[in-house]
């Protein structure tokens, strides 16, 4: 899981990146040939990518993100299946709606949603003057130039 927000400090930590991307991948590959036959591609598709993106619009940790998603994910289903069972609609069509509505309405709400992003003000990076810039860059140069010129004793 590290691997998939910070490679290189995965590779940096020690961790065999390259294997523990291909696990990750046969792992995904796995619950979805196992899920499609049974829940369909539709609703499989839902409950992998739902609830994920989902917790994703609510923290920037991996720690929070991985149970809120669960969580999402359980209750979209608790949610899908009890409205089904009262308006007699399909269970998986059911479900896939829920887990959207949560998405959008999170969108519309969460911390790093569409509301935050639309109202934040636009930051203001420092401007440097062109000239301000090139004296800069000139009394850089020349202090290097100034420490190769000493004798070294």
């Known amino acids: 899981?590290?691997?998939?927000?910070?490679?290189?400090?995965?590779?940096?930590?020690?961790?065999?990146?390259?294997?523990?991307?291909?696990?990750?991948?046969?792992?995904?590959?796995?619950?979805?040939?196992?899920t499609t036959?049974?829940?369909?591609?539709?609703?499989?598709?839902?409950?992998?990518i739902g609830p994920?993106?989902?917790?994703?619009?609510?923290?920037?940790?991996i720690r929070w993100?991985?149970?809120?998603a669960t969580a999402l994910g359980v209750g979209a289903c608790l949610i899908g299946l009890e409205l089904s069972i009262r308006w007699d609609m399909a269970a998986g069509g059911t479900?896939?709606?829920?887990?959207?509505a949560l998405f959008l309405a999170s969108l519309a709400v969460s911390p790093h949603g569409i509301r935050t992003r639309c109202s934040a003000a636009p930051k203001k990076s420092p401007r440097l003057r062109p000239r301000r810039l090139?004296?800069?860059?000139?009394?850089r140069r020349n202090r290097h130039d100034d420490a190769r010129a000493l004798p070294l004793r």
């Open 1 to 34: 899981m590290h691997g998939a927000f910070d490679p290189e400090g995965q590779r940096a930590a020690g961790y065999p990146v390259v294997a523990l991307e291909l696990l990750l991948l046969l792992l995904v590959e796995a619950v979805i040939v196992v």
């Open 134 to 139: 090139i004296r800069i860059r000139s009394r």
């Open 37 to 48: 036959p049974a829940i369909g591609v539709m609703l499989g598709m839902s409950l992998i």
């Open 95 to 100: 479900i896939t709606l829920v887990t959207a």
């Open 65 to 68: 993100t991985v149970p809120l």
């Open 52 to 61: 994920a993106a989902t917790a994703r619009l609510w923290t920037d940790r």
